[in-house]
């Protein structure tokens, strides 16, 4: 590989922040709203575009006030947030001058991208953008394995119109316009690629469809401190690491790695399934499973980027609503066991997690022990025992030698303070 593109990647300095905000806020927001059924319902039900675009023709998000969004992010403990400027329908929250398909030719006439940037950056929220590889929308977009057409009896021969690289072009001076129209941006989270898959003879698509390597480039030359994410389809060119790996929907039984080394990494995961606004979702996860899926990532080293699908009217649902306050609740007592906190050099009690943030040893205890709770020892450093959400002390006893939950353990160097980041429940032990 070419050292070019080796030194695309950024150096740990300048993803500090990222590292040490931990917690974001994912955004899908598109015409699926009023669809109302999964994000991908375009190609789910093989929609065609002509068909798909009576909800372009509906589309008028009149509560939409980023201001709120911003405010129950920050009030959530999340310090960016990660909005999809374009999904894989391809319709265009921001006036984009190449393309038609865009809010500010809808009823709703606004730019939602220059809104929500405004709004979360005001709220001291650093400003991703998702956006869209795929676009089921674009006639030079070639008819694949995902697009809504690929069953279409004819799908063979329209494709020998399209030309994916007219489609790369518009693909590229999008991107530049979302680079160069909003000031500093943070985090740009391309999605995704799936080159070798085929279906019925229609290709999947990679880094020579969307011309990857030349989109990595513009994206650090516009942006030179943005973060990148790894769905370009770069990483099997040796040497290439991306900024950020992303597992989606499940948080990584160990840290994940990169060509054998550790990588800076963000979970993504939803509240209810689907990442456009699905109403009738009926699997939200409850309060118990928010706290352990962000505590979980966290412990392994890891940022989550936690997902609201808000509606056509562009508002949160009250179900969205209520788990956001979930997190608010949380962190208001417990944020410190989560920003700037990360992996701890010691292995937890059994149903625990630890994150450690300097001599700040945090112990989350996912299932309530009543009366004891075994922890490793920590040759004599550990200094101070409270819980985290009162600051009460915690008294504990020193067994001896021979009892197992006593061996050592490698600790960090000096004195740890251990912090119990979960409040006792009310029960009589
Ligand atoms: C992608 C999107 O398709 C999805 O709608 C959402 O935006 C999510 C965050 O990212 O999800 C994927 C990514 C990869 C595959 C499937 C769904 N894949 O490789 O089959």
Not at 238 to 257: K, L, N, S, W
Not at 383 to 392: I, V
Request: with cysteine; net charge negative; proline share 5%.
């Amino acid at each position: 590989m070419d050292q070019s593109l080796k030194d695309l990647a950024l150096g740990d300095a300048e993803k500090q922040w990222f590292v040490e905000s931990r917690f974001g806020l994912f955004i899908h927001w598109g015409l699926y709203a009023i669809g109302a059924r999964h994000e991908w319902l375009m190609s789910r039900e093989e929609i065609a575009p002509e068909v798909y675009e009576r909800y372009f023709e509906l589309f008028d998000p009149d509560a939409y006030d980023p201001r709120l969004w911003a405010k129950r992010a920050r009030a959530a403990g999340m310090k960016y947030a990660v909005l999809t400027t374009k999904h894989h329908e391809g319709f265009c929250l921001w006036d984009s001058a190449v393309t038609d398909y865009k809010a500010t030719n809808t009823p709703s006439g606004r730019d939602l991208v220059a809104e929500y940037v405004e709004a979360f950056r005001a709220e001291g929220l650093k400003i991703g953008f998702y956006h869209s590889l795929i676009d089921w929308h674009h006639p030079d977009f070639p008819i694949d394995i995902f697009h809504p057409l690929r069953n279409h009896p004819d799908a063979a021969r329209l494709n020998e119109s399209r030309d994916v690289r007219r489609y790369a072009d518009y693909l590229h001076a999008q991107v530049e316009e979302l680079l160069t129209r909003y000031g500093k941006i943070d985090i740009m989270w391309y999605d995704f690629s799936y080159p070798g898959r085929s279906y019925k003879g229609l290709a999947g698509k990679g880094r020579n469809d969307w011309n990857s390597e030349k989109l990595l480039a513009t994206t650090r030359r516009l942006q030179p401190g943005i973060i990148i994410n790894n769905r370009l389809d770069l990483l099997d060119l040796p040497g290439f690491v991306p900024d950020i790996m992303t597992p989606e929907q499940y948080t990584p039984r160990v840290a994940p790695t990169v060509k054998g080394e550790p990588v800076t990494w963000e979970a993504c995961h939803t509240f209810s399934g689907s990442w456009g606004y699905d109403r009738d979702e009926e699997t939200w996860k409850d309060a118990e499973q928010l706290i352990k899926l962000l505590v979980g990532t966290v412990s392994l080293g890891g940022n989550l980027l936690m997902n609201v699908g808000p509606t056509a009217r562009g508002l949160f649902d009250d179900r969205a609503v209520d788990a956001l306050k979930v997190y608010e609740d949380w962190m208001t007592l417990n944020g410190e066991a989560i920003h700037g906190a990360g992996v701890a050099d010691i292995e937890p009690p059994r149903d625990c997690r630890y994150t450690q943030k300097g001599n700040r040893l945090f112990l989350h205890i996912f299932s309530w022990p009543f009366r004891h709770i075994h922890i490793d020892a920590m040759d004599g450093k550990l200094e101070f025992a409270r819980f985290l959400h009162d600051g009460s002390e915690v008294k504990w006893l020193t067994h001896s030698k021979d009892v197992d939950s006593n061996v050592g353990v490698t600790v960090p160097e000096g004195m740890i303070t251990l912090e119990l980041p979960v409040k006792k429940p009310n029960v009589t032990v």
